[in-house]
Nanobody
Framework: QVQLVQSGGGLVQPGGSLRLSCVASSSFFRSAILDWYRQAPGEQRALVATISSGGSSTNYADSLKGRFAVSRDNAKNTAYLQMNDLKPEDTAVYYC???????WGQGTQVTVSS
């Protein structure tokens, strides 16, 4: 079973940046589409971004286009979510996922606050 281990969350001021990482335990990762989700308090989990297995195709939630960027380095079995110009409404727990296989990272808290 592939495991996903996340890192990179934390507290940041509005306008700041963070990069989340998601490391897979197996090269199976390289053949799978990867998604990033987030869940804010009291809300349902929402899709943030998707990247194809090879990394050539990406999609974003409309409200995040231009601020967030998803990427992956298959040689390192790692995906990234670069988040720029962060806003308080971006505060949430962020998850990476190989959704088609119901494999999830443990989640990482991102808090945007002054």
């Amino acid at each position: 079973q592939v495991q996903l281990v996340q890192s990179g969350g934390g507290l940041v001021q509005p306008g700041g940046s963070l990069r989340l990482s998601c490391v897979a335990s197996s090269s199976f990762f390289r053949s799978a589409i990867l998604d990033w989700y987030r869940q804010a308090p009291g809300e349902q989990r929402a899709l943030v971004a998707t990247i194809s297995s090879g990394g050539s195709s990406t999609n974003y939630a409309d409200s995040l286009k231009g601020r967030f960027a998803v990427s992956r380095d298959n040689a390192k079995n790692t995906a990234y979510l670069q988040m720029n110009d962060l806003k308080p409404e971006d505060t949430a727990v962020y998850y990476c996922s190989l959704s088609a296989y119901n494999i999830w990272g443990q989640g990482t808290q991102v808090t945007v606050s002054s």
